[in-house]
């Protein structure tokens, strides 16, 4: 069986034992069925992980014990910002699983004016995400969690990025004309923004040009929103990070 990976936000040590209790050491005990002496993997997203094994468990709480520290390291070199329109429930859990699995370093759910959700119930979805994407970073093998960032109108994330230290700003949008003329020095950092599923409006991106934000095509076909970001930041990774063919 596959060993299970658990992100536990605290302090690790070998030797020491954590206690993991509610909806995480129901998911251990019950769907994954753990008893005592499995192997697990812990790690805390402060770099590197642990192999483990299950001290007890109980009714009430997992015990897990850390046995032998691994300082690996698999996060992407590149540095790449999501700016994500918010998309409907499974879509965009799709979308901020898929961008997980490709190394995206932060995540900003952003506000655009075509939104898919009633905005009373945009409130408790934050907690929802940063449990995707937990549970995302467990299953792919990441050593730190993406940030993901508080819900944000889209015109103060695109200044928010303007003021930040970035190298190169994209905005997926369908028939730019930016052509693909490397830039004269990689770029490190990159920020990129994904339109949700009635896409940008046009004031939407007459503000990102106007704030040095480069309309990107994916394409002559149109994808749905949660596979462009998957489609864009793999195309990074190609042209820019660790899919690109000095890394392979
Ligand atoms: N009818 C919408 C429009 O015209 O923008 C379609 C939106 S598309 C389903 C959702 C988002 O995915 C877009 O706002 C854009 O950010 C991105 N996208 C999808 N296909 C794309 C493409 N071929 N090139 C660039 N961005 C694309």
Same mark, same amino acid.
């Given at each position: 069986? $596959? ?23 129901? $998911? *251990? ?12 993997? *812990? ?9 483990? #094994? ?22 992407? +070199?590149? $540095? ?19 961008? =997980? ?10 506000? =655009?004016?075509? *939104? ?65 003329? +490397?830039?004269?020095? +990689? ?8 339109? +949700? ?8 991106? %007459?503000? #990102? %040009? ?9 394409? #002559? ?12 930041? #793999? ?9 690109? %063919?000095?890394?392979?």
């Amino acid at each position: 069986m $596959h060993t299970p990976r658990i992100y536990i936000d605290t302090d690790l040590a070998v030797n020491a034992t954590e206690l993991i209790e509610g909806a995480k050491h129901h $998911h *251990l005990r019950n769907v994954l069925r753990l008893k005592a002496a499995d192997a697990v993997i *812990l790690f805390n997203g402060r770099g590197g992980e642990y192999t483990a #094994a299950v001290k007890a468990i109980t009714k009430q709480e997992t015990q897990i014990t850390a046995l032998t520290y691994h300082p690996i390291n698999r996060e992407a +070199p590149l $540095h790449t910002c999501l700016l994500q329109g918010i998309l409907k429930r499974d879509a965009m859990i799709n979308a901020l699983q898929r961008a =997980t699995e490709l190394g995206v370093s932060k995540i900003i759910p952003v506000q =655009t004016q075509h *939104l898919s959700e009633k905005r009373a119930q945009l409130a408790g979805r934050w907690d929802a995400w940063r449990a995707v994407i937990e549970q995302s970073s467990e299953q792919c093998g990441r050593t730190q969690l993406p940030e993901l960032a508080p819900l944000t109108l889209f015109t103060e994330a695109i200044s928010m990025v303007r003021n930040a230290d970035f190298d190169l700003q994209l905005l997926a949008h369908l028939g730019a004309t930016e052509s693909r003329t +490397p830039p004269a020095t +990689p770029p490190r950092r990159i920020a990129i923004a994904i339109g +949700p599923e009635g896409g940008f409006s046009n004031a939407e991106v %007459e503000f #990102a %040009e106007a704030n040095s934000f480069h309309a990107y095509t994916l394409g #002559a076909r149109i994808l749905r929103a949660e596979t462009a970001p998957a489609a864009l930041l #793999a195309h990074l990774q190609t042209r820019f990070g660790e899919f690109s %063919e000095e890394n392979l």
